[in-house]
Nanobody
Framework: QVQLVESGGGLVQAGGSLRLSCAASTRTYGNYAMAWFRQAPTKDREFVAA???????TAYSDSVKGRFAISRDNESTAYLQMNSLNPEDTAVYYC??????????????WGQGTQVTVSS
């Protein structure tokens, strides 16, 4: 069992930056790929970024590539650095742990989400 807790969301103006954190239980953190998904009102859950357990391979959706960066430390935390935010990035962002991939069902464990709102 992996427990995930997101933090760092909030309200930011267009063009600004936010850094999301995902604190995982240390028991099995190093065995899982980590990922970020988001869900905007009326929209389906959307892949954002993923990182392998060894942290050497990452993937990004086309909509965030070049603006967002996923990373992880050697302890228990994954991060999502978000730059050049625009209103289309407004969504609830979810951290996930599981098998590396770009589809939601690859991931077995999920945080409760953190709201990111970008104003124009």
């Amino acid at each position: 069992q992996v427990q995930l807790v997101e933090s760092g969301g909030g309200l930011v103006q267009a063009g600004g930056s936010l850094r999301l954190s995902c604190a995982a239980s240390t028991r099995t953190y190093g065995n899982y790929a980590m990922a970020w998904f988001r869900q905007a009102p009326t929209k389906d859950r959307e892949f954002v970024a993923a990182i392998k357990a060894n942290a050497e391979v990452t993937a990004y959706s086309d909509s965030v590539k070049g603006r967002f960066a996923i990373s992880r430390d050697n302890e228990s935390t994954a991060y999502l650095q978000m730059n050049s935010l625009n209103p289309e990035d407004t969504a609830v962002y979810y951290c996930a742990a599981g098998f590396y991939g770009v589809v939601w069902y690859r991931y077995d464990y999920w945080g409760q989400g953190t709201q990111v709102t970008v104003s124009s």
